[in-house]
């Protein structure tokens, strides 16, 4: 089992660029979250999907940001514009059930100047 | 709603001290408590879960048991190592209406020195 993997490890961008992070879940595993998680605020959950649609979407920031899962194996976030206040590293983690503990994977830095 | 409150860091310890990172809860009826750690440069992972109260989770060494009447689920070790040093989440999840949502407390960092 290769786990939660997400692309890109480190991504640096200009501010105003658009930015795509992808996460694809352990298989079988039909939750997947996004969370966020900075020095400030700590770990924010942005969105979770349960089999492949969206639950709750209340911890998305701004219309900036917006999360799509077209398949149970493929999801990807992104901003559009980026600001340097996205500056953060983001994870995706995904869960067979409803209490068996989230799997994450090792995140996406994002740095946008 | 929900919320975990854990002891600020960082906690600072020797090799082969004993370690106890406080954590307490607020949620409505039976959440399920775990704590996850994050090393440097990696994501979380679960170190020990308890579903019920009185249970206790174990793992690589680290206990936490749930305690429903002080609503706390304190994670120890009696022995840490250096290769501890990490940042320690509290989280619960489970209680009723937040289906699947971890919500986790804002970690505590532990460093072990020799």
């Known amino acids: 089992d290769a786990g939660v993997i997400q692309s890109p490890r480190h991504e640096v961008t200009e501010m105003g660029q658009e930015v795509t992070l992808r996460c694809k879940p352990i298989s079988g595993h039909d939750y997947l979250f996004w969370y966020r998680q900075t020095m400030m605020r700590g770990l924010e959950l942005l969105i979770y999907f349960n089999n492949n649609v969206p639950i709750d979407d209340s911890g998305m920031p701004e219309d900036r940001f917006s999360a799509k899962m077209p398949n149970a194996s493929f999801s990807t976030l992104k901003i559009q514009p980026s600001e340097p206040r996205d500056s953060a590293v983001y994870f995706c983690?995904?869960?067979?059930?409803?209490?068996?503990?989230?799997?994450f994977g090792s995140g996406t830095r994002l740095t946008v100047v | 709603g929900d919320s975990v409150t854990q002891m600020e860091g960082p906690v600072t310890l020797s090799e082969e001290a004993f370690l106890t990172i406080n954590c307490t809860y607020t949620?409505?009826?039976?959440?399920?408590l775990f704590w996850y750690v994050q090393y440097p440069g990696e994501g979380l992972q679960l170190l020990l879960k308890a579903t019920k109260a009185d249970d206790k989770g174990s793992n690589k060494g680290f206990e936490a048991t749930y305690r429903k009447e002080t609503t706390s689920f304190h994670l120890e070790k009696g022995s840490v190592q250096v290769s501890d040093s990490a940042v320690y989440f509290c989280?619960?999840?489970?209680?009723?209406?937040?289906?699947?949502?971890?919500?986790f407390g804002t970690g505590t960092r532990l460093q072990v020195t020799l």
């Open positions: 983690a995904s869960s067979l059930k409803k209490i068996s503990g989230y799997t």
């Open positions: 949620a409505t009826g039976y959440p399920s």
């Open positions: 989280a619960l999840s489970g209680s009723p209406g937040t289906a699947s949502k971890l919500t």
